[in-house]
């Protein structure tokens, strides 16, 4: 049994009394459960008023000891990086091989905050554009705002975590995290971690929270910005809520992959499968549309099919396993819906589509219609879509079709189709000649239109968490 309570001021608490029971099944293994509960109104504008009160002193906190406190944990990640990784394996069924490359890059986001934090200093203004500069000393300094609500999905409880708190603690800002109900145990374990290795008390605090709850916390006076991954349904009505309050929203994606008629198409089909498939597809810019030159449609069908079909699906504790569970039997279940509602409409099932409880096959369907939910909406399971064009402006009409837009890629050798697709492509990522999937943590990420507003990476919400203030002296 895995238990995790909530952490305020510095301390875990326990269950306080009539506290509701929030209950964790793996999907996979029905003898692993963790529990935790969800915190009431009193025990969250405790945790308000220690951000708060946290805040007053970490502000002032020299650029050397956020650095050390956030290298601390860096460390503190490496040194128990297998019980975090198996961790992943349970709660939320994540491959053994995915969970130890999310906690390797957990361990780098913290790194990369670390010495971005170091070297944080004002920066001097240039003022020789104008006459009157020559008077004048000027500096830019950014300054923290204040308490950060980070709202963290279950696919990433770890990383995605991280990329609200590392750079959070890098700026001087205080933490309210709140975990996803699917996967609290994993983010709390985090942010035990960060206890332990010495956090001030009150520089972040945890909670599971109701959705009422959670969205009364958005609307706190003593929150100041607002950092949500998660669903754009839920990702824009909490914006919604605030609209004077900096927000930054990482939300789905439906990440199309166009295979130029010059690609190679050996390792097209890897890394596509790979993307498409790994971690059952629950990843937002997992690759779900296939958009194909029609010189090699054909050939691509078949390397896709066979590829599907040989693609290992079983216990996320083998190394082997590619396609794990889905995180709930429900959202397995919604998969095979859609896939059915696609099939209805005329799409060809080419491989997979037969569900066994939470566990959902890896699966190809060719021509599904666009206005189906396959066709339009993000599927967030283990199922890729074939289509082909005829000419690169039919494959760019294609994918901008789309409502969302955080990646895309391209296979091809051609200079002159990279420029087109990244000239025109409707996304805020282009990967060539790789899966969409890839991401480096220190690059800007996120998405346009229902995809998101603003952007992580650790630099980039630094600039988000901070404002600019200016000095201007005269000589």
């Not at 949500?228 to 914006?239: A, C, Q, Y």
């Not at 099932?349 to 021509?367: F, I, K, M, Q, S």
Request: aromatic content about 6%; some cysteine; overall charge negative.
């Amino acid at each position: 049994m895995e238990w995790r309570g909530a952490f305020v001021g510095g301390e875990e608490i326990a269950q306080p009394p009539n506290a509701e029971v929030v209950e964790v099944q793996s999907p996979w293994d029905p003898k692993w459960i963790g529990r935790s509960f969800l915190a009431g109104r009193e025990l969250v504008e405790d945790a308000v008023e220690s951000s708060l009160r946290a805040f007053e002193v970490w502000r002032r906190s020299s650029p050397e000891e956020r650095s050390s406190l956030l290298t601390r944990i860096a460390d503190e990640i490496a040194h128990r990086k297998e019980r975090l990784a198996e961790l992943l394996v349970f709660e939320i069924g994540k491959p053994i091989v995915w969970a130890e490359g999310e906690v390797a890059r957990l361990e780098i986001t913290f790194r990369l905050a670390a010495q971005l934090a170091s070297i944080e200093r004002p920066k001097t203004l240039d003022l020789s554009y104008d006459p009157r500069g020559k008077d004048f000393a000027g500096s830019v300094q950014r300054e923290p705002r204040g308490p950060v609500l980070a709202f963290v999905p279950y696919n990433w409880p770890y990383n995605l975590a991280a990329h609200k708190l590392a750079p959070a603690l890098a700026t001087g800002n205080t933490v309210l995290l709140k975990p996803s109900p699917l996967a609290p145990i994993s983010s709390l374990e985090l942010v035990r971690l960060i206890h332990d290795v010495g956090c001030p008390a009150g520089v972040v605090n945890a909670m599971n929270l109701s959705n009422d709850d959670a969205q009364w916390l958005a609307q706190h006076d003593g929150v100041k910005l607002l950092s949500f991954t998660g669903s754009p349904r839920v990702g824009w009505f909490l914006k919604s809520l605030v609209p004077r309050k900096p927000v930054v929203l990482e939300l789905g994606g439906d990440a199309s992959v166009i295979v130029w008629e010059d690609a190679d198409l050996e390792w097209a089909t890897q890394r596509i499968v790979a993307s498409a498939y790994g971690y059952a597809g629950q990843v937002c810019i997992s690759a779900q549309h296939v958009v194909a030159s029609a010189g090699v449609l054909d050939q691509l069908r078949v390397r896709l099919t066979e590829a599907t079909l040989s693609c290992k699906i079983g216990s996320p504790l083998d190394r082997d396993t590619v396609c794990g569970p889905m995180i709930s039997e429900s959202e397995a279940a919604r998969v095979e819906a859609w896939i059915e509602e696609a099939r209805k409409g005329g799409a060809n099932l080419l491989a997979g589509g037969v569900r066994n409880g939470t566990w959902y096959p890896p699966t190809l369907v060719e021509n599904a219609p666009p206005e189906s939910k396959l066709g339009c909406e993000e599927v967030f399971g283990p199922v890729l879509t074939l289509v082909g064009v005829d000419s690169l402006d039919e494959a760019l009409a294609r994918v901008n079709s789309s409502k969302y837009g955080i990646h895309a890629s391209l296979f091809t050798q051609s200079e002159e189709v990279v420029r087109a697709c990244h000239d025109n492509l409707e996304v805020a990522g282009l990967i060539v000649n790789d899966a969409p999937t890839i991401r480096f943590d220190g690059m800007p990420y996120g998405g346009i239109k229902d995809s998101g507003f603003g952007r992580e990476g650790v630099a980039h919400a630094m600039e988000a968490m901070t404002e600019p203030k200016v000095l201007l002296q005269r000589s």
